[in-house]
């Protein structure tokens, strides 16, 4: 069984920042790819930034230049460091865990991420 879980959220005034941290244990065989989605409420769940095995990084478009997506897989953890945060990046943020390039994956419960003022 695989377990992933996030932390770091909380809150935080515009233009701060915080880095989350995404940490999976149990019996995986291999990371492909960590990716970081987040959910507004109401809104459908989005791709903030993927950074594979390799080291290949994306980020969406709202956060390139803001955002900063690591890994430690030494430790079997995964970053992101996210600065000069905006009201709308307000969301829960997740982790996802692949093992290969087409896999669901495995999802963390999420951690909330608020900005505001």
């Known amino acids: 069984q695989v377990q992933v879980a996030e932390r770091g959220g909380g809150l935080v005034q515009p233009g701060g920042s915080l880095r989350l941290s995404c940490t999976v244990s149990?019996?995986?065989?291999?990371?492909?790819?960590i990716d970081w989605y987040r959910q507004a409420p109401g809104a459908q769940r989005e791709l903030v930034a993927t950074?594979?095995?390799?080291?290949?990084?994306n980020y969406a478009d709202s956060v390139k230049g803001r955002f900063t997506i690591g890994r430690d897989y030494s430790k079997m953890t995964a970053y992101l460091q996210m600065n000069t945060l905006k009201a709308e990046d307000t969301a829960v943020y997740f982790c996802?865990?692949?093992?290969?390039?087409?896999?669901?994956?495995?999802w963390g419960q999420g951690t909330q991420v608020s900005v505001s003022s």
């Open positions: 996802n865990v692949r093992e290969s390039y087409d896999s669901v994956g495995y």
């Open positions: 950074i594979t095995s390799s080291g290949r990084i």
């Open positions: 149990g019996s995986i065989v291999s990371i492909y790819a």
